[in-house]
């Protein structure tokens, strides 16, 4: 068990709906990453959040929006969604900025029929 | 499992014998590098890491070598076991702040 927290595990949902991913870190973590993984694309970074702040982006949709709470937790904003979009969508947690491995969840497996 | 399907480069072993899996990295500017080891339906889970100021790292049964002047990273696995199989990413702690994965290697060890 890595500590951090993914709801829901499992999604199915229709195209043009929206959905919300949600992630609790481990506890102390400051920084929260989201990725999407694809059958044919590896992991794709998304976004990248410390202590509440956006810190980096990475190729996320514009259809797609990232908060981080002042509880830390995080939320993946997923809407207007496509046939595209279904994907293992995972959130990791990590301490101080650049200094130790990330910890990932068990990830929330999104289906858009 | 989830990553069922997914064309990745594959590296087949048979159980005993050492494994390498290698990987390009895209930034020199990259100081942070790490291996994670993914099993079919879960997250990726840590196995080793390495900073750009060594060339190479040890750990248990496993060994990491960085070659920062082709930027190329190479994860070693010895006697490798059937447990072992999954997916292996290296990942890159950009300097902006993220951690970008390589495209991963499917490993799997015949017993």
């Known amino acids: 068990d890595s500590g951090v927290t993914q709801t829901p595990k499992h999604l199915i949902t229709a195209t043009g709906q929206r959905v919300t991913l949600r992630c609790s870190p481990r506890?102390?973590?400051?920084?929260v990453y989201w990725y999407q993984q694809s059958l044919d694309q590896g992991l794709q970074f998304l976004i990248h959040?410390?202590?509440?702040?956006?810190?980096a982006k990475g190729n996320i949709l514009e259809r797609f929006s990232a908060q981080q709470f002042p509880d830390l937790h995080s939320e993946l904003n997923l809407s207007s969604l496509e046939l595209g979009d279904s994907a293992l969508y995972f959130c990791?947690?990590?301490?101080?900025?650049?200094?130790?491995?990330?910890?990932f969840g068990e990830g929330s497996r999104l289906t858009v029929l | 499992g989830e990553n069922v399907g997914l064309h990745l480069p594959t590296l087949s072993v048979q159980e005993g014998d050492n494994s390498i899996i290698n990987c390009a990295y895209s930034?020199?500017?990259?100081?942070?590098f790490i291996w994670y080891k993914q099993e079919s339906g879960k997250g990726p889970q840590f196995i080793i890491d390495?900073?750009?100021?060594?060339d190479k790292r040890q750990g248990q049964r496993v060994t990491v070598l960085l070659n920062k002047t082709v930027k190329h990273l190479s994860l070693q696995i010895a006697a490798t076991q059937p447990g072992d199989s999954a997916v292996y990413f290296c990942?890159?702690?950009?300097?902006?702040?993220?951690?970008?994965f390589g495209a991963g290697t499917r490993l799997t060890v015949k017993p």
């Open positions: 930034n020199s500017a990259s100081d942070y």
């Open positions: 959040y410390y202590n509440g702040e956006e810190r």
């Open positions: 990791a947690s990590s301490g101080p900025l650049g200094t130790g491995e990330l910890f």
């Open positions: 506890s102390g973590d400051l920084s």
């Open positions: 990942a890159e702690n950009m300097v902006q702040g993220d951690m970008r």
């Open positions: 390495i900073r750009s100021n060594m």
